[in-house]
């Protein structure tokens, strides 16, 4: 492990966790790649008077959000909390979506500047906002891109919420926006009430390297917004790159972030040299994320050894200045003719590995709900809980039992409940994602 963090930006540092040992012509190499990041708060509280961070709020405004009542109203009320909780310096800005986005505050294709005066002319501004019209939400997206293109600073960010399908724009557009989007802002997504596209809202936030989260009841809108903010004003370094970098004759399988969600990141790489490639993590605060790398080495002989591939956290430099060394960490393997060494499966590796299958599970099983499948629903949910029980994933477990009538978690015995409400639903296909830690010995 080695770090290379100047002392007055936040410290990163990168642990791998393998079992290096490989059976004669054992191939597959598999590691976790934890990734730290401390002392951002210190540094975020330096760089606020600088306005190290940009934020749009997209609201939903279609017709719908009028039905019932308490979600629009619920709306304008979050996102004055959202925008009291920005610091003093961020610049920002509101925009409502409907099949057009429109600014909301400060207008005229310009971004303010968080301070006493501009937040309460936002809040004022808010008032204003009502119900009508449909869903197009790339729209809302490429206006937000335009408003944080004029930024400079570091964190650019959006937040978006919606309660209804994007029925108004080809999907084929909306993808050409996340498309055109990634990799300069992040956005977290939220879909209030039940009448929402769970894939559409977790696509989303998963191009755009955010969070996706379902807020049922428009009472607790406010609540959520206050927290995603805080995240986002706790986050001091943008455009984290983990780089992967591999031998001759070396083959990255797949790369996929495991904690705090599961989200496959192999067909998000892009080319840094011969035989590297720069996978996106986003924005960083303090915080701790783990990644699952597995490579493909050539067949080799017992005693010998070698670099399976270089994990580098790499920020961008500067125009013309290269990329900063935040950290690095070597994935290797050695040829054993030890049964057991070469046998052993790293705790990390085996909890995250069931993480995954749980969350796959969990999609696969409601899938085959939806489609009436009840022996295929049982199976996959089954043996969701059984896995949610055996990682000690409690909060999981929680919401399966929502879904289905736990008979006996270990065994992974379940039945399908009769009646199951939306909401439930919805929440376990939207949080299937979330992880927990490995449990430490």
Request: hydrophobic residues 45%.
């Amino acid at each position: 492990m080695a770090n290379f963090a100047k002392p007055s930006a936040p410290r990163f540092s990168v642990e791998v966790y393998q079992n290096e040992f490989l059976p004669e012509g054992g191939r597959d190499v598999h590691a976790i790649v934890t990734v730290t990041s401390t002392g951002g708060a210190a540094a975020t509280r330096a760089a606020a008077a600088r306005g190290s961070a940009a934020v749009v709020i997209m609201v939903d405004c279609s017709g719908s959000m009028e039905y019932p009542p308490d979600k629009m109203r619920g709306a304008r009320e979050a996102t004055a909390a959202a925008i009291d909780t920005l610091r003093d310096g961020t610049a920002f800005a509101v925009i409502a979506g409907t099949h057009v986005a429109k600014e909301v505050y400060p207008g005229q294709g310009r971004l303010a500047v968080a301070d006493p005066a501009t937040r309460a002319q936002a809040k004022e501004a808010l008032r204003g906002l009502g119900a009508g019209g449909g869903t197009a939400i790339g729209t809302w997206l490429r206006l937000a891109d335009g408003l944080l293109r004029q930024s400079s600073a570091a964190i650019r960010h959006g937040i978006l919420l919606t309660d209804g399908r994007n029925e108004h724009e080809d999907p084929a557009v909306l993808r050409a926006t996340l498309e055109a989007c990634s990799g300069r802002f992040t956005c977290d997504a939220r879909g209030v009430g039940t009448d929402w596209e769970v894939k559409e809202v977790t696509g989303i936030a998963s191009a755009l390297l955010g969070s996706a989260d379902i807020v049922a009841d428009p009472a607790h809108l406010t609540e959520d917004f206050t927290l995603m903010m805080e995240n986002v004003m706790g986050k001091e370094v943008a455009d984290v790159a983990l780089r992967l970098w591999t031998p001759v004759g070396v083959e990255i399988q797949y790369v996929k972030q495991v904690a705090p969600t599961v989200q496959d990141l192999s067909d998000r790489r892009t080319g840094a040299g011969p035989r590297a490639g720069d996978y996106p993590t986003g924005s960083w605060g303090d915080e701790s994320r783990e990644y699952h790398v597995c490579v493909r080495v050539p067949a080799a002989s017992v005693g010998q050894e070698m670099l399976a591939a270089r994990a580098t956290l790499l920020l961008p430099g500067a125009p013309g200045e290269p990329p900063a060394t935040l950290a690095q960490g070597l994935v290797r393997a050695v040829w054993t003719d030890d049964l057991a060494a070469s046998t052993a499966i790293n705790p990390q590796v085996a909890h995250y590995t069931g993480q995954a299958e749980l969350a796959k599970a969990i999609q696969q099983g409601l899938e085959a709900r939806k489609l009436g499948d009840v022996d295929g629903a049982t199976a996959k949910l089954g043996r969701a809980v059984q896995l949610a029980s055996a990682s000690g994933n409690a909060d999981t477990a929680k919401l399966l039992a929502k879904v289905v009538d736990v008979v006996d978690a270990a065994a992974g015995t379940v039945r399908l409940k009769a009646k199951v409400a939306d909401a439930d639903e919805m929440t376990l296909e939207t949080r299937s994602i979330q992880t927990v830690r490995v449990k430490k010995s």
